[in-house]
């Protein structure tokens, strides 16, 4: 029986780690992936809350540094926010980089998942952290 279990735990760990969808890091002669429409969901905790808003980017350019404006749709308010960038960068990682005040700062990696480019990482509001997801539209 234990034989059993431990098969299917190495399975499982087999499984997961094929479905992974690998990062592919931003390149600098590859700005052009960035360049667009992007949307999708912030989620972030607020003391015992937990938010998913609507989040449109979109990157003007496709040379460094990049340009363009991130618009929030909090649940609670009727008017998004809008919080433009101008010093959009790539780190060493491969990732992208926006600072934009104490209002909003953001990590992502790029991924490919099937037919869609997903930027997926961190988001910081103030003292805040949580996770961004966007899709190319």
């Keep these: 029986m234990k034989r059993i279990f431990y098969l299917l735990v190495i399975g499982m760990f087999f499984g997961a780690a094929c479905a992974m969808v690998p990062k592919i890091p931003i390149q600098t002669n590859e ?62 990682n491969g990732n992208l980089i926006v600072d934009s005040g104490p209002d909003m700062k953001i990590n992502l990696a790029l991924y490919r998942e099937k037919e869609k480019m997903k930027l997926y990482g961190s988001y ?5 952290e949580g996770t961004l997801t966007l899709y190319k539209k």
């Design 124 to 128: 910081f509001h103030g003292e805040k």
């Design 31 to 92: 700005l052009k992936l960035l360049k667009g429409e992007w949307e999708g969901a912030r989620n972030i905790y607020w003391g015992l809350i937990q938010t998913y808003d609507y989040t449109h980017m979109e990157i003007f350019n496709d040379t460094l540094p990049l340009r363009g404006k991130v618009r929030i749709v909090f649940l609670d308010e009727q008017i998004p926010r809008v919080y433009s960038f101008e010093n959009g960068t790539v780190d060493a």
